[in-house]
């Protein structure tokens, strides 16, 4: 009796061991991809933030035009 409890004992602590090692290779996937995520967001606010810049700056060259005229 006491050699089955031992072995669903074992068998249990590796399923543990296993899901232990999945979650943290999952874990390593998701911090990457988190980073990817980050790096690409600050990359758009600053092409956002040029954009912007550009559209204000013509519309200033456009009301230059307009009062010149």
Request: glycine share 2%; proline share 0%; charged share 35%.
């Amino acid at each position: 009796m006491e050699n089955v409890d031992l072995q669903a004992l074992s068998d249990k602590l590796d399923e543990l061991l296993k899901q232990v090692d999945y979650l943290r290779r999952h874990n390593r996937a998701l911090l990457a991809s988190e980073q990817a995520w980050r790096e690409e967001r600050a990359q758009l606010i600053e092409k956002n933030e040029l954009a912007k810049h550009k559209v204000e700056s013509m519309i200033q060259h456009l009301k230059s035009l307009e009062q010149d005229g």
